[in-house]
């Protein structure tokens, strides 16, 4: 059976695509770079698809396979929430929901130097970038943005983490804003933190708030734009 090709870059974006699908064909796309997110793979001038998903398309120049997944493959510079689990000398041990822990250097830092190397204790969850992600190596983290800042990479304190799919973390984070957040920011007052592998924190002033927001992200996933909305007035009007 002979592999689909494209002759066009926008002619498979959207679409459901298999493992072994040639998504796009470098050859005919000359003087462009692109960058590839999960799930594909470059062999010679083709691009194939590694996993059952919708290619998705991002500007100016990144592909990437979306697929709801409970089991997180990390990529990199994906934005990540993860969990301390043991500190070494040179780095920490990060549990990212992934098939291998996470590394993050000790000077992974905005300004780290051996000086002020952070402490974090076991249990610590942190909002991360994955900046490298090699087959069969144990993936390496940050704690700045590609620029060496710290931005709004570190601990997250207080507040409450809980787990969902990958599929939900990347429409959460997906711009024009979701639905069901752009409801609950019209009327809650919260903060959030999204990591692609499947991991939301939520903080607020109120407890109430925070399992309210809780709530509809987690009841959100297989509704429609409009349905995310009802839930949400239906959810405010229990804590009135």
């Not at 072994?20 to 997110?37: A, E, F, R």
């Not at 990060?94 to 051996?114: C, S």
Request: with cysteine; hydrophobic share 40%.
């Amino acid at each position: 059976m002979e592999n689909k090709q494209s002759s066009s870059p926008a002619s498979f974006v959207d679409s459901t695509v298999v493992p072994g699908d040639v998504v796009l064909d470098l050859s005919s796309m000359t003087n462009q770079t692109i960058k590839l997110g999960g799930g594909l793979r470059q062999d010679c001038d083709a691009i194939s698809a590694m996993k059952a998903g919708t290619l998705r398309f991002s500007k100016p120049n990144k592909y990437w396979i979306e697929s709801s997944q409970k089991r997180y493959v990390p990529c990199v510079e994906d934005t990540i929430l993860g969990i301390v689990v043991d500190s070494k000398a040179d780095n920490f041990l990060i549990d990212i929901k992934g098939p291998a822990m996470g590394f993050l250097p000790v000077l992974a830092f905005e300004g780290g130097t051996r000086r002020n190397i952070p402490k974090f204790e076991v249990g610590t969850l942190l909002y991360l970038r994955v900046v490298k992600a090699n087959f069969g190596m144990n993936p390496e983290l940050s704690c700045t943005d590609a620029s060496g800042k710290a931005a709004e990479f570190g601990p997250l304190k207080d507040g409450y983490m809980f787990e969902t799919s990958t599929g939900l973390s990347r429409k959460l984070l997906s711009s024009p804003t979701c639905p069901v957040l752009e409801a609950l920011g019209k009327k809650l007052s919260f903060e959030i933190a999204v990591g692609l592998n499947g991991r939301v924190w939520v903080n607020a002033a109120s407890p109430d708030t925070i399992v309210v927001v809780a709530n509809a992200i987690m009841n959100s996933e297989s509704l429609s734009g409009a349905q995310q909305i009802i839930m949400v007035d239906h959810l405010l009007q229990n804590i009135q």
